[in-house]
């Protein structure tokens, strides 16, 4: 995050979205902060990866500016958003039932 971005409570941020896990990446992969991840500066690096290797794919094929990212597995599903210029926000949760509403309440997170 920027210098002049305040800390987000992720402990908030969870109960708000009603997720199992979430983290904060910068751009350049490093964990800025996690709550419930075990291999938190793993799924940093993998996050800022996957969000730069679909950022080109989405202006290859002329989709515009990446904004989101969502995949789901058979047990689980996680949502990737940009959060700033500076940062992604990833939320991951093993109910998929709570898909709409996360993807809704995520879209809503700005850091203020």
Known sequence: MGKNEE??????????????????????????????????TNVALMTETLFTMCKDLSKDIGNGELDQIMAKSSDGFFIANKLSSESIIISISKDISKIGLILKLMNSLKIK
Do not use: C, F, Q, R
């Not at 987000?8 to 708000?16: A, F, G, I, Q, T």
């Not at 009603?18 to 419930?36: F, H, K, P, R, Y």
């Open 7 to 40: 800390k987000m409570d992720l402990k908030k941020v969870l109960k708000s979205i009603n997720a199992e896990a979430v983290l904060i990446v910068d751009n350049d992969g490093n964990m800025v902060d996690s709550l419930n991840i075990e291999y938190d």
